[in-house]
C-alpha cells in the first residue's frame, strides 16, 4: 500500500484501492476531482518526450541547441512545430535554433523581456554556458521554465551521462530548482514548474537524470489538455503582458548601480523567494485535485517511527524508495526523504518531514564538491536542522547524527544494496562521513561496504536483457516491445538502454521489466529472466549469461543450426547453459532477414522471438501487436518497407528452435581476453577490465 502522500501510478483496471489525498478509491477508474479528466489516459514514453509533451504545450517561442541528453526535447518540439500541432492558447510554437547554448539563453532572455512565454532545453556545459543569463533573467523576475537533463559537468574527463554537478553549479543563480526522480514525476512537475514560476515570478530549472530518467521509457498516467489549461494562471499571464517591454509603456531594464543602491535592490527579493515554498506547495495541491498524484516539497516514505533516514533528490529515489519498502517489511525502522523542492530550500518543510524518531540521516548527493565542508544538499540539511531546532520547526527535538555520502557520479550504478549499505552505516556508533557508495575507492579508501547479493526484485517482474550494436535496431525493437506490453496489457513496463558514448558500432545493452505493479527500480537488470544475444560475436568476449537466472531463457542470434551450435560455444557458457537449467533457443535471424528483403537488420525477426518465448502476451495477440507496431512505426517509409518487416514476422517462428543440451561440455575454451598476454600490467588489469565491460 502507497502512502497517502505519495504519488502513485495505477493500472486503471486494478482491483487495489489505496488512499488519494485523503480519500480512498478504488482504481477501476480514475478518481473524480474537480478538473479531472472522466478516463485515464496511459501512454509509455521517456523523460525527455514527457517534459517535451508539457513543455510544448505551455509555451510560445524555444530557442534551442542540441545537446546531450536533452536533445530529444527539442526534437519532440520541433516536429510538433512541422506538423503543425498547437498549444493551449491555439498557436504553433516557434522554434529557433541558435549558434551555441549562450545564443540560446539569450535569445530566451529576449523573448522574456517582450512577455513572451519562452523555454529552452539544455545540460551541462550547455547549461553553465547560460549562467550569466539566468543571474540576469532571476534579477529581473522573468518567470520561465528550463527544462534541464542533469549531466556530469566536464573535469578530468568529459563524460555524457547524468548526475547532478551542472544543477549544483545554478544553485546561486536565484533560480528555483525542481527536480523530478522518474518518467511519471517529469511531466508532472514540468507543469507544476510552469505554473509556480507564473505565481512566483521566479524563473525555475526543472530538472530530471540525464539518461537515467531523461532516456528511460516507462508506462505513465499522461496529463489532460484540460489539467494543463486549468494550472496556468490567465492572470498572471496578463501581468507578463503587462510588463513587457514597449514603446508604448517604456521602462528602465538593465541598469548599472553603484554601492548607494545595488545591496538593498539585491535584498528586496527577499519576500519573493520567503513565498516561493509555499506557492509552489500550492501548486502541488491543486494538482493532486485535477489527477489524484499528490506531491510535497519534502516527501517522506518509510516507518513512521524510523530512526534512520536517508535524504537525496532525483532517480536515486525510486530505488531508495524501493529498499526502505523491502526493509520495512523486515521490521527495519528506517525511511527516506525525497527532496522535491531544492531552490528555495524550505527547512521549516524539510524539518516536518522527518519522523519524530530520527536518530541518525545520511544526506547523499550525486555530485562532489571538492574542498568543501561537505556537498551541497549536505550543507543545507545541516543548516536546516541547526536553524529549526532553534525555532522549533518540525517534531525532532535533538539533533540527529548526521553524515554525508557521494553516490551515482556520472550515472554509475545506484542499487538497493548501496541504499542498504548507508542504512547500515547509519546504525554503526560512529557512521563514516564523507564516504562514497558504488565504488571501490582504494585510493582514499572512502567507500562503503555493499553486499551485491542483497536484492530488493519482486518475483512478479519479469526482467529481460538484450545485447545488440549500436544502429543494428534493437534498442528501437526493444522501446516497441515495451510500448506494446505498456499499452496493451495492464502490465507496467519499464524500459532502459546502456549505450557507449562512442555510439553506433558499440554495444548495447537494453534493460526491459515488465510487472503488474509500479516499477521503481531506477538500476540495470542482474537478475534477468530472459536474456538475448543479437550478436553472435559477443558470445566470444562477453559473459552473456552471467545475469541470467536458474530456469531462465537464452536467445542467440546465430548461422549454425540447433544439431551444430553447442560445439560453437565457449566452454564457459556451455558451463553455465547446464549448471543454471537454461532453455536455450536459437535463430539465424540474419537469413531471416535477407530472406525477407530486410538486408541486415535483424530486429524485428528478434522481437518475434522474445514475445513468443517470454509469455508476457499471447502469442497470437502479441504477433498481431508488433504487426500494428510495424505499421505505426514505418508506415512514413513506404509500403515496401512495411510489408518487407511483416514479411519478416511470418518467417521467423518457423525458424526458431529449441536446443536440448547435452550434459557435458565440449566448447571452444574460455573466453577471450580482452587484451594479448604481453601487455603491460596497468593496460591488463584496468583498460582490460574496462573493455570487458567490468
Not at 75 to 82: L, P, R, T, Y
Not at 339 to 357: I, S
Not at 528 to 537: D, I
Amino acid at each position: 500500500m502507497t502512502p497517502t502522500k505519495e504519488p502513485h501510478v495505477r493500472s486503471p483496471k486494478s482491483d487495489k484501492t489505496l488512499p488519494v489525498n485523503g480519500r480512498v478509491t478504488t482504481t477501476d477508474s480514475t478518481p473524480t476531482f474537480p478538473g479531472t479528466p472522466t478516463k485515464a489516459v496511459y501512454k509509455t514514453l521517456d523523460g525527455c518526450e514527457a517534459a517535451a509533451y508539457v513543455a510544448y504545450r505551455l509555451n510560445e517561442v524555444m530557442a534551442i541547441y542540441p545537446i546531450t541528453p536533452s536533445s530529444p526535447i527539442a526534437e519532440w518540439c520541433d516536429q510538433w512545430a512541422s506538423e503543425g500541432k498547437k498549444n493551449i492558447w491555439g498557436t504553433i510554437p516557434a522554434i529557433a535554433e541558435m549558434q551555441s547554448e549562450g545564443g540560446a539563453v539569450g535569445a530566451v532572455h529576449g523573448m522574456l523581456q517582450t512577455g513572451s512565454m519562452a523555454t529552452t532545453f539544455t545540460a551541462s556545459q550547455g547549461l553553465l554556458l547560460m549562467i550569466p543569463n539566468m543571474f540576469k533573467i532571476a534579477g529581473e523576475l522573468l518567470p520561465t521554465v528550463f527544462h534541464v537533463t542533469a549531466r556530469t559537468v566536464a573535469t578530468h574527463a568529459l563524460s555524457i551521462f547524468g548526475d547532478h554537478s551542472d544543477i549544483m553549479a545554478c544553485r546561486s543563480t536565484g533560480w528555483g530548482m525542481l527536480g523530478a526522480a522518474s518518467v511519471q514525476e517529469t511531466m508532472d512537475f514540468a507543469l507544476i514548474s510552469q505554473a509556480a514560476t507564473l505565481r512566483s515570478h521566479l524563473p525555475f530549472v526543472h530538472f530530471f537524470d540525464g539518461f537515467r530518467t531523461s532516456h528511460e521509457v516507462s508506462k505513465i498516467q499522461m496529463l489532460d489538455e484540460k489539467v494543463l489549461r486549468a494550472m496556468i494562471d490567465d492572470k498572471a499571464i496578463a501581468e507578463i503582458r503587462a510588463r513587457a517591454m514597449s514603446p508604448n509603456s517604456p521602462t528602465l531594464r538593465g541598469t548599472a548601480q553603484n554601492p548607494d543602491a545595488f545591496f538593498q535592490g539585491r535584498e528586496a527579493t527577499n519576500p519573493l523567494y520567503a513565498a516561493c515554498p509555499n506557492i509552489v506547495q500550492e501548486v502541488m495541491d491543486e494538482f493532486a485535485k485535477h489527477t489524484g498524484r499528490q506531491y510535497q516539497a519534502f516527501d517522506y516514505v518509510g516507518s513512521p517511527r524510523a530512526e534512520r533516514v536517508i535524504v537525496l533528490m532525483g532517480s536515486g529515489c525510486e530505488a531508495a524508495h524501493e529498499a526502505v519498502e523491502h526493509l520495512t517489511r523486515q521490521g527495519e525502522k528506517v525511511g527516506v526523504v525525497k527532496v522535491r523542492l531544492y531552490r528555495p530550500f524550505d527547512g521549516k518543510r524539510f524539518m516536518e518531514a522527518l519522523p519524530r524518531t530520527v536518530k541518525s540521516i545520511a544526506v547523499l548527493d550525486r555530485t562532489k564538491e571538492p574542498g568543501a565542508s561537505g556537498e551541497p544538499l549536505f550543507q543545507d540539511c545541516i543548516a536546516a536542522l541547526y536553524e529549526g531546532l532553534g525555532q522549533g520547526w518540525g517534531r525532532i527535538t535533538t539533533l540527529p547524527r548526521v553524515v554525508g555520502g557521494r553516490y551515482g557520479l556520472s550515472s554509475k550504478e545506484f542499487t538497493p544494496a548501496m541504499v542498504k549499505a548507508v542504512f547500515d552505516n547509519l546504525a554503526l556508533a560512529q557512521p563514516r562521513n564523507h564516504f562514497t557508495v558504488g565504488i571501490n575507492d582504494d585510493v582514499s579508501g572512502t567507500s562503503l561496504p555493499c553486499d551485491v547479493n542483497f536484492s530488493t526484485e519482486s518475483d512478479k517482474v519479469i526482467r529481460a536483457l538484450f545485447y545488440g550494436l549500436g544502429a543494428d535496431g534493437t534498442v528501437g525493437a526493444n522501446k516497441n516491445s515495451i510500448k506494446i506490453i505498456g499499452e496493451e496489457t495492464e502490465n507496467y513496463a519499464q524500459g532502459y538502454f546502456v549505450y557507449d558514448s562512442k555510439k553506433s558500432g558499440s554495444m548495447t545493452v537494453s534493460h526491459l521489466r515488465f510487472g503488474p505493479e509500479a516499477i521503481r527500480s531506477t538500476y540495470l537488470v542482474t537478475r534477468a529472466n530472459f536474456v538475448a544475444c543479437h550478436q553472435p560475436m559477443f558470445l566470444e568476449r562477453y559473459d552473456m549469461l552471467k545475469s541470467l537466472v536458474t530456469n531462465g531463457t537464452f536467445l542467440l542470434n546465430t548461422p549454425y543450426s540447433p544439431e551444430e551450435i553447442w560445439s560453437k560455444l565457449p566452454t564457459p557458457t556451455q558451463e553455465a547453459l547446464i549448471a543454471k537449467k537454461v532453455k536455450f533457443y536459437v535463430i539465424d535471424a540474419t537469413k531471416v532477414a535477407r530472406d525477407s528483403g530486410m538486408g541486415g537488420r535483424i530486429n524485428t525477426i528478434m522481437q518475434v522471438c522474445f514475445f513468443a518465448l517470454s509469455g508476457v502476451l499471447p502469442r497470437e495477440a502479441a504477433i498481431e501487436a508488433i504487426k500494428n507496431s510495424i505499421k505505426k512505426t514505418y508506415g512514413k517509409k513506404g509500403e515496401e518497407i512495411v510489408a518487407m518487416n511483416l514479411k519478416a514476422v511470418d518467417n521467423t517462428l518457423e525458424h526458431l528452435h529449441q536446443v536440448t543440451l547435452p550434459n557435458k561440455t565440449n566448447g571452444t575454451g574460455p573466453l577471450l581476453s580482452p587484451m594479448t598476454s604481453d601487455a603491460p600490467q596497468f593496460v591488463r588489469e584496468v583498460l582490460g577490465k574496462i573493455t570487458a565491460g567490468e
